[in-house]
Each structure stands twice: as structure tokens, then as C-alpha cells.
């Protein structure tokens, strides 16, 4: 937004100081957000056209587990998805099964929990590690609270977890072991019969759930693509309110004194090479004609505006501390070919400064 140039009240202008400090805070922190997505996202790239590979393989059995709504959590909510809705289908059926294989006549005695106590088998925990019943497969199926089982696959490992458990506490002439065994086998045959139906929809459901990855992970491209663009206007209009809050309080400040002039030519020719090129730059950055990349550059001070001399008086004191700062590092460290090459351009452009200041005594207009 365009700012009023009018001299403003110190304090007013300090206000508009804090108030761009506090945007630029927020805007670091979305600049970082955006970075962390970008740097985090970069393997997630090339992807086929059915997002097969932006989720890595887990395991059909966790995924399908671990990704889809519970039937009971899909009643209870009454806002069933297709995939609910399939896999209520498969429970149905599974139901069947089951109730099939609790009517056996040899069903009884894993229709309940095994009374440990009441049958005096003390050792039973040394052996059974997660005790298993269809009492207890029923009240999990009909669950509401959302600890119901998920999927198919659930059920149908606790159920052979009941003959599992059976077979592995009795011996093999055991009749509870010889019954558990029968009644295992009638269930995985059909099992196997319904096994088709569940291994479709089990790729169904991997399927939908990469295709959804997928749409999450285009949607979240497309957020921070705006973002990014939102936050480059903003930045680029912050620099334009720092530029007219610059321009504003150099207005109000007073021009450069002749001497002023001379001592800032004179700590440009201290300058580094590569400070002294950056100097030259701010010059050309308000004076188009000045021609900084010429093999030998000369500078009128006082064709220059008073904004051009404060930003290099600023420009070139900061410069300075920091190369005294680094005096014993990097600085210490040229060649002697350097040192000579730098040590004669700037006594040049000191030379050529000295002389065009001493052509007029006329300060320019800041």
C-alpha cells in the first residue's frame, strides 16, 4: 500500500517501524512453514497416475486395519461412506459363518470364557498368553464405543485364536482338542470360500486409500503454492514501505558537510573489494548514468543526492566495523598481489573523489 510521504511525528514513526517488525515476524514464520513442506515433500514426487506410490506398503492387513472407519463407529455416526458400507456387507456374512459354527453340537465349550477357576486349571495363563470366546467375539462386533472390530480379518483371527488356544492347552486326545480342531477346520473351509470376496475389497479399500493420499497431497500442493505466492506480494510490498520509510527519514535528516563528503570518500577507498563494488552499486541503484563496472570509476560526491550519500555513509560504516571485526581472518589471509591491486584502486578512486571535491563547494539537494 502507498504510504503518505509527509514528515511524520518521531513517535508515529516508530509506531509504523514496530508495526512492519511485527508483520515480518509473521511472515518468517510462514516462510518457514513453507520451506519445512518443501524440504519434507521432495520424496513424494513423481507419483504414477493412481498414486500408487505415495503410500509406502504396510502390510495389507494393517492398512486395511489402521485407515478405515469401524462399522460400529460408521453406525453409530449414521454418515456411512461406500467403504463402510461394503465392509457391513462383509460382516453380514461373516455373521453367517459364524453362527453356523456356534449351532455345532460341539460348539459349547468355547461359546464362553473358559472358567479357569471353577475347572481348577491353575496353570492355564503359563500357556494361553490372550484367552479367546464367541461371547466375546459377539459383544466386540456389536461394540458402539468405537473399540468394535474394523474389518473381517479381526474377527476371523480371534476366532482361531478360540481353537488355537484350545488345541495348544489340551492334548491331542483331549476332546475339547479333537473338537476345536473339527470345528477349525469346518470354518476355514468356509473361509476360504468368502476369502475372494474379502481380498477385493481389502484392494479396494488400498486403493481408495492412495487415490485419497494422493488428493490430500495435491490439495496441500496447491495451499502452499498460494501461500507462496501471497507470501511474496506481501514481502515485496514490505520492501517497498521500507523504502518510503527510508526515503522519509532521510528527507528529515540534514545534508553532509563538505568535510563529511571528503572523510566518506576517503573510508570508501578503505573499503574491501568487494564492499567498494557494493558501494558503487548503491550509487547506480539512483543515478543510472554512473557506469560502476567501468575498469576505472569516477565519483562526483556532489552531483549526488542526499539519499544516495546517507545510505552510502550507512552503508559504509557498518562495512567497516565488520572488516575490522575480520581483520585477523580473512583480510590477513589475501596475497601480496591482491593487497597491491586492491591497495592501488583504492588510492584511485580516492585520488579522483579528492579532486571532483574540489571543484565546488555546492552541496546537492538530499
Same mark, same amino acid.
Given at each position: ?124 495363563? %503359563?500357556?494361553? /498368553? ?5 461371547? #466375546?467375539?459377539?459383544? $466386540?462386533? *456389536?461394540? &458402539? ?26 492334548? %491331542?486326545?483331549? /476332546? ?5 480342531? #473339527?470345528?477349525?477346520? $469346518?470354518? *476355514?473351509? &468356509? ?36 501461500? #507462496?505466492?501471497?507470501?511474496?506480494? *506481501? ?132
Amino acid at each position: 500500500m502507498a504510504m503518505d510521504l509527509k514528515p511524520y511525528h518521531l513517535e508515529n514513526f516508530q509506531n509504523t517501524v514496530d508495526q512492519i517488525q511485527t508483520e515480518v515476524d509473521k511472515l518468517e514464520k510462514q516462510v518457514s512453514e513453507v520451506q519445512q513442506y518443501y524440504g519434507s515433500s521432495g520424496n513424494v514426487q513423481g507419483n504414477n497416475s493412481k498414486g500408487s506410490s505415495v503410500v509406502k506398503e504396510k502390510g495389507r492387513d494393517k492398512l486395511f486395519a489402521g485407515t478405515k472407519t469401524s462399522l460400529q463407529d460408521a453406525s453409530a455416526s449414521g454418515t456411512e461412506n461406500p467403504a463402510a458400507k461394503r465392509m457391513q456387507e462383509l460382516m453380514r456374512q461373516f455373521s453367517t459363518i459364524l453362527r453356523q459354527i456356534t449351532q455345532h453340537k460341539w460348539a459349547w465349550p468355547f461359546l464362553e470364557p473358559v472358567d479357569v477357576k471353577g475347572l481348577g486349571l491353575h496353570d492355564y495363563y %503359563e500357556y494361553i /498368553d490372550k484367552p479367546m470366546d464367541f461371547s #466375546t467375539i459377539k459383544s $466386540k462386533m *456389536e461394540a &458402539k464405543d468405537g473399540t468394535g472390530y474394523k474389518n473381517v480379518r479381526e474377527i476371523y483371527a480371534d476366532v482361531r485364536l478360540i481353537f488355537k488356544n484350545a488345541m495348544k492347552y489340551n492334548d %491331542e486326545k483331549h /476332546d475339547v482338542h479333537v473338537m476345536a480342531k #473339527t470345528l477349525m477346520e $469346518k470354518f *476355514e473351509e &468356509k473361509w476360504l470360500l468368502m476369502l475372494p470376496k474379502v481380498a477385493e475389497e481389502e484392494k479396494r479399500q488400498t486403493e481408495e486409500e492412495s487415490q485419497a493420499q494422493l488428493e490430500i497431497h495435491r490439495a496441500q500442493e496447491m495451499t502452499y503454492a498460494k501461500m #507462496t505466492t501471497d507470501l511474496s506480494n *506481501e514481502l515485496n510490498e514490505v520492501e517497498i514501505r521500507l523504502k518510503q520509510l527510508r526515503e522519509m527519514a532521510i528527507k528529515n535528516c540534514r545534508k553532509l558537510s563538505a568535510g563529511e563528503k571528503k572523510s566518506l570518500a576517503a573510508d570508501i577507498a578503505r573499503l574491501s573489494a568487494e564492499n567498494l563494488i557494493r558501494a558503487l552499486e548503491i550509487v547506480a541503484e539512483t543515478n543510472p548514468n554512473f557506469r560502476h563496472t567501468e575498469n576505472e570509476v569516477e565519483l562526483d560526491f556532489n552531483a549526488q543526492s542526499d539519499y544516495t550519500l546517507w545510505r552510502l555513509k550507512l552503508f559504509v560504516k557498518r562495512a567497516l566495523e565488520d572488516e575490522q571485526k575480520n581483520s585477523g581472518g580473512t583480510f590477513g589471509n589475501q596475497n601480496t598481489d591482491e593487497k597491491r591491486n586492491n591497495s592501488r584502486k583504492r588510492r584511485d578512486f580516492c585520488d579522483d573523489s579528492a579532486k571532483n571535491l574540489s571543484k565546488t563547494r555546492k552541496l546537492s539537494t538530499f
